[in-house]
């Protein structure tokens, strides 16, 4: 399978649920990314991981917890949201270290905190 | 911060019509990149631009890069029902690191 595949595509989770997005890529890409897309706001970028090694943290709260166990893929670990969380969870990849070819994303986790 | 403004914010119009969208910042760029998404999909790229004053043609969409790199606009001529989605542009600075827009919205009625 080819390009960016994201899994779940919806999640509905309590506060006081755990839950975990994942992301995989075929694509021979070393960078991948989480942004976070809200109505009405900018792409939010998460976090940035390069050659497995987290690179970018944008000051994301601890209730987020990234994991990249290799360079095909990462998981965003969820635990104890708060309902203002509740956005389109979009996972990138790009050659290693730089955006500038742009980038590979997948079709996003739409997430629900209730 | 770079910031990149996009207008309009939402457009609406009838099939066969043709429209400009902009893509403006203070900020001097090193690329621009433009993504369209569909409801419930990812954004998908483009076209990259890195040369200012540089046009690319894709079909029916022009992407052009402002001579000083700082902005940037997509027209499309004879817009189709296919063409609805979100359109967002994204700079990109030396040190390889993108700021997104925050979208213009296109709707086109059959």
């Known amino acids: 399978e080819t390009g960016v595949t994201q899994t779940p595509r919806h999640l509905v989770m309590g506060m006081t649920n755990k839950k975990s997005l994942k992301c995989e890529q075929h694509?021979?890409?070393?960078?991948m990314y989480w942004y976070k897309q809200s109505a009405k706001k900018p792409l939010e970028l998460m976090f940035v991981?390069?050659?497995?090694?987290?690179?970018e943290n944008n000051s994301v709260p601890s209730r987020f917890s990234p994991e990249c166990p290799n360079s095909s893929h990462l998981f965003l670990h969820l635990h104890t949201l708060q309902p203002e969380d509740s956005a389109l969870y979009l996972c990138?990849?790009?050659?290693?270290?730089?955006?500038?070819?742009?980038?590979?994303f997948g079709s996003g986790t739409r997430l629900t905190v209730v | 911060t770079q910031l990149l403004e996009q207008s309009p914010q939402f457009l609406s119009i009838q099939e066969g019509e043709n429209l400009t969208v902009y893509c403006n910042s203070s900020?001097?760029?090193?690329?621009l990149q433009w993504y369209r998404q569909e409801p419930g999909e990812g954004p998908v790229l483009l076209v990259t631009?890195?040369?200012?004053?540089e046009v690319k043609k894709l079909k029916r969409l022009t992407f052009q890069f402002g001579d000083a790199r700082k902005d940037s606009s997509l027209h499309i001529t004879a817009a189709q029902p296919g063409d609805t989605g979100l359109y967002l542009c994204a700079g990109v600075n030396n040190a390889g690191k993108s700021t997104f827009g925050d979208g213009t919205t296109l709707t086109v009625k059959p």
């Open positions: 631009v890195v040369t200012g004053g």
């Open positions: 900020s001097v760029f090193s690329s």
């Open positions: 694509l021979g890409h070393n960078a």
């Open positions: 990138a990849s790009s050659t290693a270290g730089t955006s500038e070819y742009g980038y590979t």
């Open positions: 991981y390069n050659f497995k090694e987290q690179t």
